[in-house]
């Protein structure tokens, strides 16, 4: 594992999102109300919406363009619709986050 | 020939007579109705609710008007009789009116009980027993001053709490050591007065009111232990007394009441008396359910049924105030002869107390469940010998008989002469067979039909099982459809709550109103947030969390992430400096398409997040706000060029719709709002396809509503014409704060009108004055808060973080 520092948790609002840009793409960190924390690609696997933009709600976000939820914690599509994204493992430590992209690298080699 | 019937008194137990005596016998008598009271009849149960907000008064109205014109009753409103001549059989009222009579009916009802006490007739010293007590104390309770209310029974607790969520500071003074001692056992009274005082209600138990201070104006109230309780309101409600004294002026035996045999019939065999005025077999009356029999006997000797006959019952009591579950009937005092099962869980704040008698239930008491409540009280009234069932008794219906029933199951296996509706003592197989012979389906129906749950309604969840078991499929209670899998609530339910309950957080609400997930959906938020916003103006903190991207971003999230802006133009008039500005911001951020929309505005598409606040701060140089087109709120008005230009054009149609802009940005609605101001009929500006459109004509300004040029397309309705610019602007003003206060989240106002109908949207804001004014009042109190340029905020620095990255992550850190 490496651990990447990303910023503090303090910089995302609760029921709230951030991106982070990365050479994969564009990745939403997510603050739930009780304060955890997710990384999923910031496309919704329907048409490419922003899934930083929606809104958050318990452990799953809602895409502001045509209402998909997506599970923060499996980056997969709720009820009936069927799709899924990337996830990237996250922590926080001492109110700082770090997300891991060793996994993405192994799987990319 | 028809006779002649006159009714003193227009109160629920004469309505209720009336009824029966016109299904029974129409056109029999020639009615009259002298009403003390200058209105219509109308449930006295529901006051309550009336004072705390969770009902109108038109929602409790039980006659309309419309009734007594169709059935031909004459009703003087505001008329009090002073004299009864039995001799001449005459009654004459305050105003000189006389009316011969054949038959007599006095139903004046009961007078509260005013202590007798120094002060007793202060000004904002108020009894509570009609609409008009309920309107002084709503006055008073404008002030959010402190109020007390004397005596602590069924009236009084009703009064505490629906002064409370009125905002008051209430005190209640109870004379007796634990409150409603005469429906409830100690221990039952313990837990109310720890759950109201748990709601801020203060309550002093064993308190004797010495006298009433102030000098113009009540000031406090003084108890005998020397404690000053400091009030500007004093409410009365240490009982009631039958209104008898028109019938001892005219010579009938009276006591406590006027007495009447079990017939209903007085010492004068032409007079009858009912309802809280009469007295039989000793006992006078205060609750519904035995008023409405007493209706339904003298109903039947009118009509020649000689057979009917008033028989005593105990009626079971309940409390009506949100949230509290209250059940008492029959009696309860401890006896030797007397046995009791007690069920505590403290924790739930349940009780329940059955008291029995050589193994049969003669009193209940249930505190916080109450669900078995009409099982004890069919098991009662039945005698039933309980020895078989002791053991489980007390846990309820459910229980009997091995494994818990469903609540379902519990209604099918309740007997047919099992009563569901106390207040009108309406059985199951009443229901059943009513349902069955004239094919209802609707809650209403079965509500007009039978009159179960049509008084006090605490009875609903009951009848509305037995419509299931009668129905099956066919009854589908969901007409109130739930406003997201989070709740079973609809709408318009969480909105009267969020008033009812003074709700003013979303966690509030979703705490109070037990929603089922933790913090609601992408459904119920935006809603709740709407709602919060709409009703608690300056008090409520706006959740950006469950604002929708394009209200958190404050522009039009576009298929590609990117956004639109439009500035908003008031009126759709812009200017060579406004052009010059939107074309140097289009240049410097190289914004790909510029397009003019449908609404006169021009709208920049393609802006990247991060660019948002840049482009604003330009725009806000050259004086610019913004449009809110991608508001819930109100977006545009069009205008056409009316009197400056047009040699059509009629009045400043230009001016008008500017002036509106004005006065409305910023609002925030259910839906988007669209208006539009045309200078002529010719309607340049197409008003008549918009949520709210304005055309101008030779004597005025024609308002327009409830069109739609959408997915739905329709013509406006027209809801008037006024003479003055300001006169439209105050009605289209009450119009949208109607529409604001009283529509669901997302309803357009096409289809809010077509839900609620033109006709009472009218009657609300164009036909009464007094209510047009307030809903105006309310939408200028709330625009003090919302008239805040959004996007000026965020140029200087508001939410930072929406319009940038967290941070970037460079390949060679990811690589590692």
Redesign the interface.
Known sequence: M?W?A??ALA??????A???????G?FA?FRT??DRVFAIDDRCPH????LS??????ASV?C??H?W?ISLETGRAEGADVGCVRTLPVKVEEGR?Y?D??A??EQAA | MTEKLVIIGNGMAPGRMLEHLLDAAPGRYEVTIFNAEPRVNYDRIMLSPVLSGEKDYEQIIIHGDGWYIKNGITLYKGHKVTAIDRVAKTVTSEHGVAAPYDKLVIATGSVPLILPVPGNELPGVLSYRDLDDVKAMLLAAQSRAKAVVIGGGLLGLEAAAGLQARDMDVTVLHLMPTLMERQLDPVAGYMLQRELEGRGIQIITKAQTKAILGTRYVEGVALEDGRVIEARLVVMAAGIRPNAWIGREAGLAVNRGILVDDTMRTSDPDIIALGECAEVGGHVYGLVAPLYEMARVAAAHLTGDASARFIHNDTPTKLKVTGIDLFSLGDFADGDDREEIVLRDAAAGVYKRLVLKENRIIGTVLYGETADGAWFNDLRKRQADISDLRDTLIFGQAYQGGAPLDPMAAVAALPDDAEICGCNGVCKGKIVSTIAAKGLTSLDDVRAHTKASASCGSCTGLVEQVMKLTLGDAYNPAAVQPMCACTPLGHDDVRRLIKAKSLKTIHAVMQELEWKTSCGCAKCRPALNYYLVCDWPGEYADDYQSRFINERAHANIQKDGTYSVVPRMWGGVTSAKELRAIADVVDKFAIPTVKVTGGQRIDMLGIKKEDLPAVWSDLGKAGFVSGHAYAKGLRTVKTCVGTDWCRFGTQDSTGLGIRIEKFMWGSWTPAKVKMAVSGCPRNCAEATCKDVGVVCVDSGYEIHFAGAAGLDIKGTEVLGLVKTEDEALEVIVALVQMYREQARYLERIYKWTKRVGVEEIRRQVLDDAERRRAFYERFVYSQKFAQVDPWSERVSGLHKHEFRPLDAVGMAQAAE
């Not at chain 1, 910089?11 to 709230?16: A, E, F, N, T």
């Not at chain 1, 048409?47 to 922003?50: V, W």
């Not at chain 1, 933009?53 to 318990?58: D, T």
């Open positions: 490496s990447i990303i910023g910089d995302i609002p609760q029921r709230g951030r991106c982070i840009e990365t050479p994969e564009r960190v109300g009780d048409k490419g919406g922003p933009q929606g809104i958050v709600h318990g809602t502001p363009l209402n939820v986050l997300v992209f060793s993405r690298a």
